[in-house]
Each structure stands twice: as C-alpha cells, then as structure tokens.
C-alpha cells in the first residue's frame, strides 16, 4: 500500500510530531491554513471517516489532547476541527485525518478561517507546542 500517512507513521517520512498515543499520532500540516494547523491521523490504515464507524471514537482522546496543546501552547482563541471524506469533498490523502485549525481572534469567523495565513516557521511552532 502506498499511503503517505502510513509511511509517517512507520517513521520512513518525516514529520513535525506534536502528539502521538497508541491510536493516534499528530503533526503539524506541511501547507497549513493557519499558524498551528495540525493533523491527528490513526495509526491503523482507514480510507476515510466513513469507512470504519469507530475510528473517530478511537482517535478522539488524540483530537482533544492535541487541541488542548494547540490552544495552551500557542494562544489560540478557538479551534475548528473538519474531516473531509472523498475527493469531492477535498479529501487529498485516502487515510482518515482530522485537521485541527487554531484560530485567533484577528481573523474571527467562517471567512476567517478560508484566509489562509501559512507564513510560520513549521520547526518554531512545533518547538512551541513541545514546550521547548
């Protein structure tokens, strides 16, 4: 199977890690939308949210660990969770990810979040949410 998250995973990808549990790993999202987005993946192989009805349980204790650390860490003011299933729906990568967006007060809202602010240093944010 050629799945990139398996591949982060199995440790033959890099990543930033920020979380990982025995379900679940988190990591920073490479092109992210907003200072902070972050990907909680399971460790077992699902195409999507709708392809298993109980990983989205395993995983959720991950999805509020790591969302806790994102907001705590790095002072957000909020959070949206989204999970995309299928393409159509912009699903890019065919293993279930829950992307965690921190958003602060500056760009509040739905039009908020679709303004992307990628320009952070990935290594300074992971290092922030680490606590080192």
Same mark, same amino acid.
């Given at each position: 199977? /050629? ?12 990543? #930033? &890690?920020?979380? %990982? $549990?025995?379900? *679940?790993?988190?990591?920073? /999202? ?12 399971? #460790? &077992?192989?699902? %195409? $999507?949210?709708? *392809? ?81």
């Amino acid at each position: 199977m /050629d799945c990139l998250f398996c591949a982060i995973i199995a440790g033959d990808i890099p990543s #930033r &890690q920020v979380y %990982a $549990d025995d379900t *679940a790993v988190a990591f920073l /999202d490479i092109n992210p939308w907003h200072r902070g987005h972050t990907l909680v993946i399971p #460790r &077992q192989h699902v %195409a $999507d949210a709708l *392809a298993d009805p109980e990983t989205l349980s395993v995983i959720a204790p991950a999805v509020q660990a790591t969302g806790r650390l994102l907001v705590d860490r790095l002072g957000a003011d909020g959070l949206n969770l989204l999970v995309n299933s299928g393409a159509v729906a912009g699903q890019e990568v065919f293993h279930l990810h829950v992307h965690l967006i921190p958003r602060y007060a500056a760009k509040p809202g739905m039009s908020g979040l679709m303004e992307r602010d990628p320009a952070h240093d990935l290594d300074e944010v992971q290092r922030q949410i680490l606590g080192r």
